[in-house]
């Protein structure tokens, strides 16, 4: 069993910065392949990044490629999402996901712990 926290969300403007952080409880952490995805109101949950058991592969959205670096450190269990030139169309609840699988699976149905969700807002 795996247990997820998001902390770091809030508010920004447009341009602007925020990294997200997502610690996990259990010594297995280092198993898993890590995500984060996010929904937006009245919108399916969609994909956003995922990062490999020892953080040498990502996989990122078409939509936020370039602007987002997801990363983790395993002695923290802890797994990063920094988004830089934040746009108000990422708007969302942004989750957290663990997978025990081996692939950078972009589909919500291939993890298997989810966290509960920290809001980013951005406004134009």
């Known amino acids: 069993q795996v247990q997820l926290v998001e902390s770091g969300g809030g508010s920004v403007q447009a341009g602007g910065s925020l990294r997200l952080s997502c610690t996990a409880s259990?010594?297995?952490?280092?198993?898993?392949?890590m995500g984060w995805f996010r929904q937006a109101p009245g919108k399916e949950r969609e994909f956003v990044a995922a990062?490999?058991?020892?953080?040498?592969?990502?996989y990122y959205a078409v939509s936020v490629k370039g602007r987002f670096t997801i990363s983790r450190d395993n002695a923290k269990n802890t797994v990063y999402l920094q988004m830089n030139s934040l746009k108000p169309e990422d708007t969302a609840v942004y989750y957290c996901?663990?997978?025990?699988?081996?692939?950078?699976?972009?589909?919500?149905?291939?993890?298997?712990?989810w966290g509960q969700g920290t809001q980013v807002t951005v406004s134009s």
């Open positions: 259990g010594r297995t952490f280092s198993r898993y392949t």
């Open positions: 996901a663990a997978s025990g699988g081996r692939g950078l699976a972009a589909t919500p149905g291939s993890y298997d712990y």
């Open positions: 990062i490999n058991w020892s953080g040498g592969s990502t």
